[in-house]
Nanobody
Framework: QVQLVESGGGLVQPGGSLRLSCVAS????????MGWFRQGPEKEREFVAA????????VYGDSMKGRFTLSRDNDKNTVYLQMNSLTPEDTAVYYC???????????????WGQGTQVTVSP
C-alpha cells in the first residue's frame, strides 16, 4: 500500500507560479510511475503529467507543455509539480497518483492522494 499526500496548493494570480508536492509513505516510490491529474469545476478529471520510475522521462498533457515541470526525488519519496504561467483555466483540484505501469490513463493508477486545490484568480 502507498499513501500519497499532496500539498502546495492555494490561491495565485494569473501568470503566477506554484509548486505542488506529493509525499508518499508505506512503500518506496521507486517502484512506481508517478503522475498528476486534475479536475476543474464541472469538468472531467484530466491527465497533467507523469514521470518514469527513475525520473528520466516525463510526459505532459497538451495544455501543460512548456509551463509545468514534473520531477521526483526517490530518496525523499516525493514528487514535485512546478507550475508556471498559471491561468484561470488551471483552477482545479490536483491529484497525485502512483502506477506500476507507464501510462497516462487514469484507471491504470492504483494509488491516489486526496488532492490539493489550486485556484488561479486576480
Amino acid at each position: 500500500q502507498v499513501q500519497l499526500v499532496e500539498s502546495g496548493g492555494g490561491l495565485v494570480q494569473p501568470g503566477g507560479s506554484l509548486r505542488l508536492s506529493c509525499v508518499a509513505s508505506g512503500r518506496t516510490i521507486k517502484y512506481y510511475v508517478m503522475g498528476w491529474f486534475r479536475q476543474g469545476p464541472e469538468k472531467e478529471r484530466e491527465f497533467v503529467a507523469a514521470v518514469t520510475w527513475s525520473g528520466a522521462k516525463t510526459v505532459y498533457g497538451d495544455s501543460m507543455k512548456g509551463r509545468f515541470t514534473l520531477s521526483r526525488d526517490n530518496d525523499k519519496n516525493t514528487v514535485y509539480l512546478q507550475m508556471n504561467s498559471l491561468t484561470p483555466e488551471d483552477t482545479a483540484v490536483y491529484y497525485c497518483a502512483a502506477s506500476t505501469a507507464w501510462t497516462m490513463k487514469e484507471n491504470e493508477y492504483e494509488y491516489w492522494g486526496q488532492g490539493t486545490q489550486v485556484t488561479v484568480s486576480p
